[in-house]
Structures are given as C-alpha cells and as structure tokens.
C-alpha cells in the first residue's frame, strides 16, 4: 500500500487540494456582495426609514438570493452544456460564491449593532454603507494579495475599489438631497 492509499495519505491529500483551492480562491463575489450590500443600504435609505430588523434582513435575504443566482449561473450556465454536475461540483460551486453572502454580514451586523452606538436610522444607514465599503476594498485586497500581485497591482485594486465605493457613496448623498 503506498501513502496515497492509506487513510493517513487520502486525509492529507484532501488537505492539500483544500489548501489549493483556498490559494486560488476568487474573491470577485465579496466585492460583488460588499457592492451589493451598499445598493440595498442605498435603496432602502432613500425609500424611507426602516426598522433595523427589517433591514438587517433585506441585506441578509438579499445576499442569500443573488448567492442562489451565481449559483445557479454558475451550475448551469457554463457546465450544464458540457455534463450534468454531480454533487461535489455543486458543493463547490455553492462554496465558491459564499462570499457573496458572507460580505453583507459586516454590514448587518453595523445595522443591528447601531442602536448601541447610539445611532438614529441614516445614522445606522451610514454606519452600514461605510462598512460595506470598506468590505469592497478588503475583499479586492485580499484577491490581489491571494493571487500574489505586486504591491503596485495590490494599491491599483484598493485605489479602484475606493473610488467605486466613493460613487456608491455619492449616489446616497444625491439621492438623500
């Protein structure tokens, strides 16, 4: 029996495509989800004031919604012409676009947390944008720093990210005067 037959070498084979696949892990869906998060802020800022709760739940919902449609883009769109995927596929698809779902955490998390910082709604809407897109540049950044990109390549995403996170925030103000 050689080691990649034993449990001990198919355990750390295992490890090892894991920590393969974790190095070449796409992070477009956290930006995506970060940009996302600070539309729904946008929207539902612009529509009236909302119970945190709800709000919390509209970002959440939100996430949840456009992760099941990357999903199902992803499953079927490029792959259902070549084969059917079998479950492992579909684990690793619905995995791969997580961070869609996880990059509107941190913002509905700032909304529910609000009321202890003694923040009104737009106080809370802000707080949540902010996050959003500070999100949006951490995740660009940590795609860049993932895929060992230069420090110029790494401060060219942020710059971007940044700068579409300042758009996102001048829609709100002209939205809101």
Not at 55 to 64: G, M, P
């Amino acid at each position: 029996m050689t080691a990649g037959e034993t449990g001990t070498g198919r355990s750390t084979d295992r490890r090892e495509r894991r920590a393969t696949h974790r190095a070449r892990t796409d992070y477009t869906g956290g930006v995506y989800g970060s940009m996302l998060a600070a539309s729904v802020v946008i929207g539902a800022g612009t529509l009236g004031s909302f119970p945190r709760a709800e709000l919390v739940l509209l970002l959440l919902l939100t996430s949840l919604v456009f992760w099941a449609a990357h999903v199902h883009a992803e499953l079927f769109g490029a792959r259902l012409a070549r084969r059917t995927p079998d479950r492992r596929v579909i684990l690793r698809v619905c995995r791969d676009e997580w961070p869609i779902v996880k990059a509107a955490a941190p913002p509905a998390a700032a909304i529910a947390v609000s009321p202890v910082l003694g923040l009104e709604v737009q106080g809370a809407l802000w707080l949540a944008l902010s996050v959003a897109v500070a999100g949006q540049v951490g995740w660009s950044v940590a795609a860049a720093h993932r895929a060992g990109a230069s420090r110029r390549l790494v401060c060219t995403t942020a710059t971007v990210n940044v700068l579409l996170g300042l758009a996102i925030v001048l829609v709100k103000i002209a939205l809101t005067h």
